[in-house]
């Protein structure tokens, strides 16, 4: 008896930690799960709000047949007797506001789940319309003349539209060889690549609401090094914050998983501030 109910303490032992650090590495996992959940939810509702301000201004402008007041806030947006460029402006806007509802619609796993069909084909209509928005947005910088400032702004554009396409490109790649896993995070990467225009605006803003005005850049020629920067950086930053996340996620450990979690808290929350200066600042003083 005394050997078994030693034996008995030394199994029971082994279970006990290994209990320990499992539920430690949960707490890790659940930490960076709710960060995730938390940003997503802050992303989704500032560009629902942006569809609402693009519906607001251009919707109404479209039903008054006021063309020009697509000059309002796009340099060149209405050109009389331009009927091409027009009409890519129109297009332009009309897929702006397609591929922010459906690609909010592609990650709600609820959907994915429940409705795989329609999954698909909202995949399909949201790579078709992330395309042809590249090459509608690459048109305007370059044969029109509608980039938003100077040069290094529109290879930062141009940047963009090639790392767009190549995600759209691997995400369709792998979803066609039913190599899911990897198409879910072709599919993330093209979801943050191809809402770089929005995170630009977003970034915009909390820049100047940290530094209670414009700095690094001319608000009136809408140049300087801060905005060359915010080019490449609206694209690049997120990216590389999925990367860490998913590679926390899959293989991380607990102090990593932890880290990334509070990174994300740290961003969620900055990109909240940039969504209330876009809201105050840009959209609601144009639909007034």
């Not at 942006?50 to 000059?71: K, P, Q, S």
């Not at 690049?236 to 899959?250: C, D, M, N, S, T």
């Amino acid at each position: 008896m005394p050997d078994l109910a030693t034996g008995a303490l030394l199994d029971q032992s082994p279970p006990k930690a290994k209990s320990f650090i499992s539920g430690t590495q949960a707490d890790g996992r659940r930490s960076l799960r709710v960060a995730a959940i938390s940003w997503f939810a802050v992303a989704a509702t500032g560009q629902l709000l942006f569809v609402v301000y693009l519906l607001l201004l251009y919707g109404r402008a479209a039903l008054r047949g006021d063309w020009a007041a697509l000059n309002k806030v796009m340099p060149h947006g209405y050109v009389p007797g331009d009927v091409p460029g027009n009409l890519t402006i129109a297009l332009h806007i009309l897929l702006a506001v397609i591929i922010t509802l459906g690609g909010l619609i592609q990650l709600v796993p609820q959907i994915r789940l429940r409705a795989p069909a329609f999954h698909r084909w909202n995949g399909r209509v949201y790579m078709t319309c992330v395309a042809a928005t590249c090459v509608a947005g690459l048109y305007m910088v370059w044969v029109r003349g509608g980039g938003p400032g100077d040069l290094s702004q529109n290879l930062g554009i141009t940047f963009d539209a090639v790392l767009i396409l190549l995600c759209a490109g691997m995400a369709l790649r792998h979803a066609l060889a039913r190599q899911i896993a990897v198409h879910r995070q072709w599919a993330l990467r093209l979801f943050m690549a191809a809402n770089g225009v929005w995170f630009f605006r977003v970034g915009l803003m909390f820049w100047i609401l940290l530094n209670h005005g414009p700095v690094g850049f001319d608000p009136k020629t809408f140049t300087g090094p801060f905005l060359t920067f915010l080019s490449f950086a609206d694209i690049l930053l997120p990216l590389a914050v999925l990367e860490l996340y998913l590679r926390a996620k899959e293989r991380g450990r607990t102090p990593q998983r932890i880290a990334v979690a509070a990174t994300l808290g740290v961003l969620t929350v900055a990109m909240a501030t940039g969504i209330f200066g876009a809201v105050v600042g840009l959209w609601l003083p144009n639909v007034q």
